[in-house]
T-cell receptor, first 113, second 115 residues
Framework: DTAVSQTPKYLVTQMGNDKSIKCEQN?????MYWYKQDSKKFLKIMFS???????INETVPNRFSPKSPDKAHLNLHINSLELGDSAVYFC????????????FGPGTRLTVL | AQKVTQVQTEISVVEKEDVTLDCVYE???????LFWYKQPPSGELVFLIR??????QNEISGRYSWNFQKSTSSFNFTITASQVVDSAVYFC????????????FGTGTRLKVLA
């Protein structure tokens, strides 16, 4: 069974469109995250939810909006996509706080044309 | 401020050579955790090890070993007898226990093991 899953794996879209990426974890973890990995492989936290409560909201354009319907799901919605949004987006989960081991999903490669 | 530095951007070795990946960190917390992750060409991030700041005991797991030294703020990773399948980008990460939930990742070291 996949521990942290993301859909879709690949997403190609035009500038200006709105898109969503979904994440689900079946590990029973309380905390979920979204990270962005740019073309140089740099990984940066975007958001984190603990038991459906937003606890980290890094300096991210407000075109990005996370939503956690329950603690097993954390979705990422992006409005008005821009070329610079092209990246790989990783979802992760951990049992509790950030000092716990985080388990990552397979990533979603977003390409904005 | 917390920071993780991996000065080696890319390393190439020939199969069966030993290779050490360096990681230096900065933190003001006395309690923190350090991690290594592997990202193979397939793209997923694979957890390798987690260490807390009170446990400086070095560890060996198969061909992998880790050297944690608080005195030099380093958490280095060594692969013994490297194999082509070890080719990947390796990330070091830091998480402070002071209430934050995030990892700070280093910029990664790309390891190429040549046959």
């Amino acid at each position: 069974d996949t521990a942290v899953s993301q859909t879709p794996k690949y997403l190609v879209t035009q500038m200006g469109n709105d898109k969503s990426i979904k994440c689900e974890q079946n590990l029973g973890h309380d905390t979920m995250y979204w990270y962005k990995q740019d073309s140089k492989k740099f990984l940066k936290i975007m958001f984190s939810y603990n038991n459906k409560e937003l606890i980290i909201n890094e300096t991210v354009p407000n075109r990005f909006s996370p939503k956690s319907p329950d603690k097993a799901h954390l979705n990422l919605h992006i409005n008005s996509l821009e070329l610079g949004d092209s990246a790989v987006y990783f979802c992760a989960s951990s049992p509790g706080r950030g000092t716990d081991t985080q388990y990552f999903g397979p990533g979603t490669r977003l390409t904005v044309l | 401020a917390q920071k993780v530095t991996q000065v080696q951007t890319e390393i190439s070795v020939v199969e069966k050579e030993d290779v050490t990946l360096d990681c230096v960190y900065e933190t003001r917390d006395t309690t923190y955790y350090l991690f290594w992750y592997k990202q193979p060409p397939s793209g997923e991030l694979v957890f390798l090890i987690r260490r807390n700041s009170f446990d400086e005991q070095n560890e060996i797991s198969g061909r992998y070993s880790w050297n944690f030294q608080k005195s030099t703020s380093s958490f280095n990773f060594t692969i013994t007898a490297s194999q082509v399948v070890d080719s990947a980008v390796y990330f070091c990460a830091l998480s402070e226990a002071g209430g934050t939930y995030k990892y700070i990742f280093g910029t990664g070291t790309r390891l190429k093991v040549l046959a």
